[in-house]
């Protein structure tokens, strides 16, 4: 028989890659989750994983147990939500900045309709600015969008630097104009690198300017130009240019937004799950394109 507490801990290592933060998310002792893995492995005679100083990753066996560990646990919550009073269900409109879509929206999505099967998703990504109009006119329910430090409208969850990158700091740098890699208006970090610059009157020319995530990720690490993003969600292969040599720039705080009309149990169920995600800080840096909003 496999037991579901420790596949549950198994499916969060898997996920995480850490026992530490798989430890936080799961309210208990690392030791505790390092004997769940353990008393896996021996009751199926397998390794499931690979633990290092650097790294965790899943063998042959623990990849091939992954997809039946993630459905057992499904069927628990499904079994479990049809006799939750009050359960969310029907459907939810979500709207989300581009940050977040690529590192941190995949896991929190996979977790929340994982426990919440009856909820209908219609999910909208967009800039921090256009979300808001989006709710302003009642199209979403709940929006995970990014505010100037203070500003009010929202719940913050989060606070973040924003931070300079570029595929090859010093050529940037010895360029006559700066090169940026923006988002098109409304972007609120497009307004905030530009405030920095024109206060340190560093001259600037835009190089790329693009809707697509992966096409402004793409050109900066092609070298085309500077990138800015939340330091914690920065995409790989990009290089942190800190000041002095670049102004500094204003933190950003990432927030939930809730309108008044939205169902109140599906609102408070996702935003539990962001809090329990979020609440200490985002996982790790994106391995794919970071956005902006």
Same mark, same amino acid.
């Given at each position: 028989?496999?037991d579901l507490v420790q596949l549950r801990s198994f499916v969060m290592v898997a996920q995480t890659r850490?026992?530490?933060?798989?430890?936080?998310?799961?309210?208990?002792?690392?030791?505790?989750?390092?004997?769940?893995?353990?008393?896996?492995?021996r009751g199926l005679g397998r390794r499931l994983v690979d633990r290092d100083t650097h790294a965790v990753?899943?063998?042959?066996?623990?990849?091939?147990?992954?997809?039946?560990?993630?459905?057992?646990?499904?069927?628990?919550?499904?079994?479990?939500?049809?006799?939750?009073?009050?359960?969310?269900?029907?459907?939810?409109?979500?709207?989300?900045?581009?940050?977040?879509?690529?590192?941190?929206?995949?896991?929190?999505?996979?977790?929340?309709?994982?426990?919440?099967?009856?909820?209908?998703?219609?999910?909208?990504?967009?800039?921090?600015?256009?979300?808001?109009?989006?709710?302003?006119?009642?199209?979403?329910?709940?929006?995970?969008?990014?505010?100037?430090?203070?500003?009010?409208?929202?719940?913050?969850?989060?606070?973040?630097?924003?931070?300079?990158?570029?595929?090859?700091?010093?050529?940037?740098?010895?360029?006559?104009?700066?090169?940026?890699?923006?988002?098109?208006?409304?972007?609120?970090?497009?307004?905030?690198?530009?405030?920095?610059?024109?206060?340190?009157?560093?001259?600037?020319?835009?190089?790329?300017?693009?809707?697509?995530?992966?096409? &402004?990720?793409? +050109?900066?690490?092609?070298?085309?130009? !500077? @990138? *800015?993003?939340? =330091? $914690?969600?920065?995409? #790989?292969?990009? %290089?942190?240019?800190?000041?002095? &040599?670049?102004? +500094?720039?204003?933190?950003?705080?990432? !927030? @939930? *937004?809730?309108? =008044? $009309?939205?169902?109140? #149990?599906?609102? %408070?169920?996702?935003?539990?799950?962001?809090?329990?995600?979020?609440?200490?800080?985002?996982?790790?840096?994106?391995?794919?394109?970071?956005?902006?909003?």
């Amino acid at each position: 028989m496999l037991d579901l507490v420790q596949l549950r801990s198994f499916v969060m290592v898997a996920q995480t890659r850490s026992f530490t933060l798989s430890a936080e998310r799961l309210g208990l002792g690392q030791s505790t989750v390092s004997q769940h893995l353990q008393r896996l492995e021996r009751g199926l005679g397998r390794r499931l994983v690979d633990r290092d100083t650097h790294a965790v990753r899943l063998t042959a066996d623990g990849e091939a147990l992954l997809p039946h560990a993630r459905q057992l646990l499904a069927l628990e919550r499904q079994a479990a939500g049809q006799f939750a009073k009050e359960a969310p269900r029907g459907p939810f409109r979500l709207g989300v900045s581009e940050d977040l879509v690529s590192g941190q929206l995949p896991g929190l999505l996979e977790d929340f309709i994982a426990d919440y099967p009856s909820v209908d998703l219609q999910l909208s990504v967009a800039l921090s600015k256009t979300l808001a109009e989006m709710q302003d006119r009642g199209d979403l329910d709940l929006v995970m969008a990014k505010r100037r430090i203070g500003e009010r409208r929202g719940d913050a969850i989060l606070r973040e630097p924003l931070v300079w990158l570029a595929s090859d700091p010093e050529a940037m740098l010895a360029k006559p104009a700066l090169p940026l890699i923006v988002f098109p208006p409304p972007s609120l970090t497009r307004v905030l690198l530009m405030e920095a610059l024109e206060r340190s009157a560093t001259p600037w020319r835009i190089v790329c300017s693009c809707q697509s995530l992966s096409g &402004l990720t793409a +050109a900066a690490r092609a070298g085309m130009g !500077v @990138l *800015v993003q939340p =330091r $914690s969600l920065a995409p #790989a292969g990009l %290089s942190e240019i800190a000041p002095p &040599l670049l102004p +500094a720039l204003d933190d950003v705080e990432f !927030v @939930l *937004v809730t309108s =008044r $009309s939205a169902d109140h #149990a599906t609102v %408070s169920a996702f935003s539990r799950k962001v809090r329990e995600r979020f609440g200490k800080g985002f996982a790790g840096p994106a391995e794919g394109a970071a956005g902006d909003a």
